[in-house]
């Protein structure tokens, strides 16, 4: 058998891990090192050498994009499919195993995913109904608590309160929020995870099947587990030590969802006959690169420790840009991406990184404005656009007609008549009856309790429902997806809307269609998942990774967070600002500021040839206008790593000192009434002026195009007048 192709391309370290008999492993090792490759190496060698089936490994990794990667690569390496290898995420497999086994989890085979829009509509619901003050109890809040205790694998009867008024409080909601969601067939994510931990712990014969079923474990990421995962890779791998895990510390950046490091001690405990290995050569990025990040990192004093190298050249230095405000750095960000996609790039291989997601939209308007394809992961989700919800709506409350959620969101979207005061009632009556909205509504109609006007319109939508189910019957899944925008009444309900605003939804719901024809799901046998089931869980499951096609050649948009375990050859890493990045609320916390420390080493590491970093001067964010310090991040990365950057004229800046000396003066070449002609834009008059220097901008009223904002520097203005 000719292994070669398997081993050849990995160094020592790498061949080591890969080859291994089966036995409870660790990699441990920092960014780029080739854990991810060694992961996907280790399952082909398994399956090709080891003998065994695809069906006996279990692979979990970060995303959903991750996963289609990894299951890509290992085809590639094999050269055949390997439909019958499980690889998800956690969330994602908690979902197919509980689909699978409903009955024994206790939970309607209707059952729905819920987001936690839909998490938090509950909740606010729930303190109406128990007429608590959402003010002194903010319904985040109670979110953020039932969350955290599901993480520990805490349900309501497990938690004392010893007498703490606010402890009682919370335990009492969440007992009750756990009945509401009992009834009406809902799963939180924090629920899928608990929920399939418990199914396993508590029934036998399952966890002996799965056990037997899945040879060997794998898990990416681990450094980013929190309790309840590690506890249920646990109950699958213990006393076989056929758990193969990698991660890295420095990147752990999960720890305000739960995720704890100390699961890697865990392991090294639980799994005393465990070999570890580490990887400390990094075959991503340039010498100057890996030396920012190692240089960073250091700063964090809560590390096992671990320097990488790379024989790769020391390459381009970092570039640092001072910006006037955030349009100033969105200017100059694009600016060089045009330079560098002149240069050659790929558009698909430049990623712009940034902290909050509310930051993308000064770049998107750039990116519009230049014509430049792009695309948001996460941030504007897909999934979670109104249009979106309400059209997935329907089709959950079709699948289950208990999921009150989306009877909430659907009941008079469109219009169709039914007040408040009709919603009230039905609401309150569900709430003494113990019973969901639905059954609330048959009730009250068999009762007669409505006026005729208000009976009329909720059986019109009772009816609805049962015709929309008839017709759906038959058809294939995206057939389902259209004639729900057609039927409900969706489709021209935003077709009213102004103009381009029902335009853009009503394309978002074509682009729904589209997502349901292509989604493919790869099915095993004896599954009897409905097409429909699983198309709304992958929906609420893993918003945000639907637009646009992968393989669409666009500049990549993300959060950090989001950025994990992938790379780019050139980076743009922006915003980097006390209260940004770190964000204000890390300033205070030494254990946040190390993670945010982190996502810092995340977002440098992304990088392989190419990364500029920016902060601005004064930045308008929320609604706010403020004027931060640069980052306390930029003082930690090595001055000779980095290298100033001027946008096309001369103004000197004192980095270290972080304040900005402008030199230069307006240009005094234009003033304000100056007619001006733009070669896209055609001619205009300028109205206002602002900044000075590389930073000097003009406001333009367009005939034709409009009010637009330029830079002086840039925007090759003909003077008219
Ligand atoms: P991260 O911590 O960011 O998830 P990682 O440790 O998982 O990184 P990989 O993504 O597996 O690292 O690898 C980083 C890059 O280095 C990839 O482009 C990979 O193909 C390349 N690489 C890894 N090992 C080798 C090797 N032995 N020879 C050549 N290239 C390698
Ligand atoms: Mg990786």
Redesign the pocket.
Known sequence: MDVSSLIN???DA?RRAVTAPSKAML?L????????????HRIAWQIQVEGLSPHSILAVTFTNKAAHEMRDRVEKLLKFPTQAMWIGTFHGLAHRILRRHASEAQLPTTFQVMDSDDQLRVIKRLLKSMQIDDKKWPPKQIQWFINAQKDEGLRAKHLSHNGDFFLEQMIKLYQAYEVICHRSGLVDFAELLLKAHELLRDTPELLIFYRQRFRQVHV??FQDTNKVQYAWLRLLTEGKDNLFI???DD?SIYGWRGAQIVNIFNFQSDYPNHELIR?E????STAHILQAANQLITHNSNRMGKELWTDSGAGELISLYSAFNERDEAYFVIDRIQQWLEAGTLKKEVAILYRSNAQSRQFEERLMTEAIPYRVYGGLRFFERAEIKNALAYLRLLSNRNDDPSFERIINTPTRGIGTRTLDSLREFAKDQQISLWQATERRINENFFSPRAANALKKFQALMQDLETQLQESELYEKVKLVGEKSGLIEFYKKEKEDRGEARIENLEELVNAARAFDYPHEEGETLSDLDMFLAHATLESGEMQGADADDCIQLMTLHSA????FKQVFMVGLEEGLFPSGRSIEDVARLEEERRLCY?GI??A?EKLCISYAESRRLYGKESYPSPSRFLREIPKDCLQEVRFRANISQDTQRHTAKKVIKNSGLYHKGDKISHAKFGAGTILQLEGEGAHEKVQIKFRESGLKWLMVAYAKLERLS
């Open positions: 391309t990995l160094n790498q990699i090792a920092g960014a780029g090192s080739g854990k991810t490759r060694v992961l996907v990416d990421e990698v991660g890295d990147q990887l050569q990094n075959y991503r994990k375990g992938l790379e995340v590491t992304r392989m």
